[in-house]
Protein backbone atom coordinates (compact mmCIF):
# COMPACT_ATOMS: atom_id res chain seq x y z
CA UNK A 1 0.00 0.00 0.00
CA UNK A 2 1.08 3.53 -0.35
CA UNK A 3 3.01 5.08 2.00
CA UNK A 4 4.25 8.61 2.86
CA UNK A 5 6.51 9.34 5.77
CA UNK A 6 7.93 12.53 6.67
CA UNK A 7 11.20 13.14 8.80
CA UNK A 8 13.56 16.13 9.83
CA UNK A 9 11.07 17.88 11.71
CA UNK A 10 12.05 19.73 15.15
CA UNK A 11 12.74 22.92 17.08
CA UNK A 12 15.04 25.51 15.26
CA UNK A 13 15.78 28.96 15.93
CA UNK A 14 14.63 31.99 13.65
CA UNK A 15 17.19 32.79 10.63
CA UNK A 16 18.37 28.92 10.92
CA UNK A 17 17.99 25.97 8.53
CA UNK A 18 16.12 22.82 8.76
CA UNK A 19 15.57 19.53 5.96
CA UNK A 20 12.69 17.70 6.04
CA UNK A 21 12.50 14.41 4.23
CA UNK A 22 9.70 12.24 3.10
CA UNK A 23 10.26 8.83 2.48
CA UNK A 24 7.81 6.77 -0.26
CA UNK A 25 6.83 3.29 -1.06
CA UNK A 26 4.25 0.75 -2.24
CA UNK A 27 3.90 2.67 -5.46
CA UNK A 28 6.53 3.71 -8.71
CA UNK A 29 8.00 7.10 -7.02
CA UNK A 30 9.56 8.25 -9.99
CA UNK A 31 5.88 8.35 -11.91
CA UNK A 32 4.65 11.09 -9.39
CA UNK A 33 4.91 15.01 -8.83
CA UNK A 34 5.30 15.19 -5.22
CA UNK A 35 4.06 18.19 -2.99
CA UNK A 36 4.92 20.17 0.38
CA UNK A 37 1.54 21.73 2.14
CA UNK A 38 1.98 23.48 5.53
CA UNK A 39 -0.21 23.74 8.29
CA UNK A 40 0.10 26.41 10.86
CA UNK A 41 -1.43 25.34 14.45
CA UNK A 42 -5.02 25.94 14.54
CA UNK A 43 -5.18 27.64 10.88
CA UNK A 44 -5.70 25.59 7.46
CA UNK A 45 -3.74 24.09 4.61
CA UNK A 46 -1.26 26.27 2.68
CA UNK A 47 0.56 24.94 -0.51
CA UNK A 48 4.62 24.99 -0.20
CA UNK A 49 5.92 23.36 -2.95
CA UNK A 50 5.69 20.83 -5.68
CA UNK A 51 8.41 18.97 -8.03
CA UNK A 52 7.73 16.99 -10.92
CA UNK A 53 8.06 13.48 -11.21
CA UNK A 54 11.88 13.58 -12.83
CA UNK A 55 12.62 17.17 -11.20
CA UNK A 56 12.06 18.86 -14.22
CA UNK A 57 9.84 21.77 -13.01
CA UNK A 58 9.47 23.19 -9.44
CA UNK A 59 7.11 25.64 -8.27
CA UNK A 60 6.88 27.30 -4.92
CA UNK A 61 4.28 29.79 -3.33
CA UNK A 62 5.48 33.37 -2.94
CA UNK A 63 5.57 32.83 1.04
CA UNK A 64 8.77 30.34 0.73
CA UNK A 65 10.26 31.20 -2.54
CA UNK A 66 13.72 32.14 -2.58
CA UNK A 67 14.01 30.02 1.05
CA UNK A 68 12.97 26.85 0.30
CA UNK A 69 14.09 24.24 -1.77
CA UNK A 70 12.31 20.98 -3.05
CA UNK A 71 14.40 18.28 -4.66
CA UNK A 72 13.91 14.72 -4.83
CA UNK A 73 15.93 11.43 -5.31
CA UNK A 74 14.05 8.81 -6.85
CA UNK A 75 16.82 6.22 -6.68
CA UNK A 76 16.17 6.56 -2.67
CA UNK A 77 12.52 7.55 -3.56
CA UNK A 78 12.62 10.01 -1.41
CA UNK A 79 11.42 14.06 -1.66
CA UNK A 80 13.01 16.75 0.49
CA UNK A 81 12.43 20.19 1.38
CA UNK A 82 15.39 22.36 2.46
CA UNK A 83 14.31 24.96 4.36
CA UNK A 84 16.48 28.38 5.41
CA UNK A 85 16.09 31.61 6.46
CA UNK A 86 12.83 29.94 8.83
CA UNK A 87 10.88 32.53 10.23
CA UNK A 88 8.34 32.21 13.33
CA UNK A 89 4.99 32.53 11.11
CA UNK A 90 6.81 28.50 9.44
CA UNK A 91 5.82 27.09 11.91
CA UNK A 92 3.62 24.06 10.96
CA UNK A 93 2.86 20.67 10.69
CA UNK A 94 4.46 19.79 7.01
CA UNK A 95 2.67 17.14 4.94
CA UNK A 96 3.92 15.39 1.47
CA UNK A 97 1.04 14.67 -0.30
CA UNK A 98 1.50 12.94 -3.83
CA UNK A 99 0.20 13.94 -6.79
CA UNK A 100 -2.24 11.58 -8.72
CA UNK A 101 -1.27 10.46 -12.09
CA UNK A 102 -3.89 11.52 -14.54
CA UNK A 103 -5.35 14.68 -12.61
CA UNK A 104 -3.66 17.27 -10.32
CA UNK A 105 -5.23 16.23 -6.83
CA UNK A 106 -3.14 14.90 -4.13
CA UNK A 107 -4.35 11.27 -3.59
CA UNK A 108 -2.25 10.08 -0.92
CA UNK A 109 -0.49 12.23 2.05
CA UNK A 110 1.87 11.62 4.95
CA UNK A 111 1.18 12.38 8.86
CA UNK A 112 2.99 15.24 8.78
CA UNK A 113 6.19 16.41 10.90
CA UNK A 114 5.90 19.19 12.71
CA UNK A 115 8.32 22.52 12.76
CA UNK A 116 8.27 24.97 15.65
CA UNK A 117 10.51 27.78 15.10
CA UNK A 118 11.44 30.03 18.11
CA UNK A 119 14.30 31.36 19.93
CA UNK B 1 -1.68 35.83 -5.42
CA UNK B 2 -4.54 33.36 -6.77
CA UNK B 3 -7.27 32.83 -4.09
CA UNK B 4 -10.42 30.18 -3.02
CA UNK B 5 -12.70 31.33 -1.48
CA UNK B 6 -14.99 29.09 1.02
CA UNK B 7 -17.49 29.68 3.63
CA UNK B 8 -16.07 29.13 7.21
CA UNK B 9 -18.60 27.04 9.00
CA UNK B 10 -21.90 25.56 8.04
CA UNK B 11 -23.98 23.61 10.43
CA UNK B 12 -26.77 20.53 9.92
CA UNK B 13 -28.63 18.37 12.00
CA UNK B 14 -28.04 14.42 11.08
CA UNK B 15 -29.56 13.55 7.81
CA UNK B 16 -29.64 16.92 5.89
CA UNK B 17 -27.89 17.86 2.94
CA UNK B 18 -24.38 19.74 3.44
CA UNK B 19 -23.61 22.05 0.56
CA UNK B 20 -20.31 23.69 0.43
CA UNK B 21 -19.32 26.19 -2.09
CA UNK B 22 -15.77 27.65 -3.26
CA UNK B 23 -15.21 30.20 -5.56
CA UNK B 24 -11.96 30.93 -7.48
CA UNK B 25 -11.70 33.01 -10.73
CA UNK B 26 -9.66 30.08 -12.49
CA UNK B 27 -12.11 27.13 -11.25
CA UNK B 28 -13.61 27.82 -14.79
CA UNK B 29 -10.28 26.37 -16.70
CA UNK B 30 -8.94 24.72 -13.55
CA UNK B 31 -10.34 21.04 -12.00
CA UNK B 32 -11.82 21.63 -8.07
CA UNK B 33 -10.41 19.10 -5.64
CA UNK B 34 -11.93 18.49 -2.03
CA UNK B 35 -10.82 17.38 0.92
CA UNK B 36 -12.11 16.40 4.48
CA UNK B 37 -9.53 16.53 7.82
CA UNK B 38 -9.82 15.56 11.20
CA UNK B 39 -8.73 16.55 13.94
CA UNK B 40 -4.71 15.51 14.36
CA UNK B 41 -5.12 13.61 11.14
CA UNK B 42 -3.87 14.35 7.35
CA UNK B 43 -6.33 15.21 4.76
CA UNK B 44 -7.86 13.00 2.66
CA UNK B 45 -9.34 13.88 -0.84
CA UNK B 46 -12.69 13.01 -1.04
CA UNK B 47 -13.72 14.62 -4.31
CA UNK B 48 -11.40 14.69 -7.41
CA UNK B 49 -11.77 16.80 -11.13
CA UNK B 50 -14.91 19.06 -9.56
CA UNK B 51 -17.01 15.39 -9.58
CA UNK B 52 -15.28 12.07 -9.35
CA UNK B 53 -15.47 10.36 -6.47
CA UNK B 54 -12.26 7.92 -5.08
CA UNK B 55 -12.48 4.52 -4.73
CA UNK B 56 -13.58 3.93 -0.29
CA UNK B 57 -15.46 7.71 -0.51
CA UNK B 58 -19.21 7.09 0.65
CA UNK B 59 -21.62 8.02 -2.39
CA UNK B 60 -23.59 10.60 -0.16
CA UNK B 61 -20.75 12.65 -1.28
CA UNK B 62 -20.77 14.48 -4.64
CA UNK B 63 -18.96 17.40 -6.48
CA UNK B 64 -20.37 19.55 -9.19
CA UNK B 65 -18.86 22.94 -11.00
CA UNK B 66 -20.67 26.13 -11.74
CA UNK B 67 -18.25 29.09 -13.68
CA UNK B 68 -16.57 30.20 -10.91
CA UNK B 69 -17.73 28.21 -8.45
CA UNK B 70 -17.07 24.45 -7.24
CA UNK B 71 -19.61 22.94 -4.98
CA UNK B 72 -19.32 19.58 -2.43
CA UNK B 73 -22.51 18.26 -1.45
CA UNK B 74 -23.22 16.01 1.69
CA UNK B 75 -26.28 14.18 1.42
CA UNK B 76 -27.69 12.67 4.09
CA UNK B 77 -24.67 14.07 6.70
CA UNK B 78 -23.93 11.95 9.71
CA UNK B 79 -22.01 12.37 12.76
CA UNK B 80 -18.77 11.31 11.26
CA UNK B 81 -18.73 13.82 8.26
CA UNK B 82 -17.89 16.12 11.08
CA UNK B 83 -15.04 17.42 10.23
CA UNK B 84 -12.86 20.63 8.46
CA UNK B 85 -12.91 20.46 4.35
CA UNK B 86 -10.53 22.33 1.99
CA UNK B 87 -11.07 23.00 -1.54
CA UNK B 88 -7.82 22.97 -3.90
CA UNK B 89 -7.00 24.23 -7.75
CA UNK B 90 -4.09 25.66 -9.48
CA UNK B 91 -3.95 28.88 -11.46
CA UNK B 92 -4.41 29.20 -15.00
CA UNK B 93 -1.08 28.15 -16.07
CA UNK B 94 -0.68 25.32 -13.09
CA UNK B 95 3.02 27.25 -11.83
CA UNK B 96 0.68 27.68 -8.21
CA UNK B 97 -1.54 25.34 -6.58
CA UNK B 98 -3.78 27.41 -3.89
CA UNK B 99 -6.36 25.85 -1.14
CA UNK B 100 -9.81 27.65 0.14
CA UNK B 101 -9.35 28.26 3.84
CA UNK B 102 -11.47 25.71 5.10
CA UNK B 103 -14.77 24.95 5.96
CA UNK B 104 -15.81 23.76 9.57
CA UNK B 105 -18.54 21.02 9.13
CA UNK B 106 -20.41 21.09 12.58
CA UNK B 107 -23.04 18.08 12.50
CA UNK B 108 -25.29 19.12 15.19
Known amino acids: QVQLVESGGGVVQPGRSLRLSCGAS????????MHWVRQAPGKGLEWVAV????????YYADSVKGRFTISRDNSMNTVYLQMNSLRREDTAVYFC????????????WGQGTLVTVSS | SYELTQPPSVSMSPGQTARITCSGD??????GYWYQQKPGQAPLLVIF???ERPSGIPERFSGSSSGTTVTLTISGVQAEDEADYYC???????????FGGGTKLTVL
Open chain 2, 26 to 31: ALPTQY
Open chain 1, 51 to 58: ISSHATNK
Open chain 1, 26 to 33: GFTFSGHA
Open chain 1, 97 to 108: ARRAATDGSLDY
Open chain 2, 88 to 98: QSANNDSTSWV
Open chain 2, 49 to 51: KDT
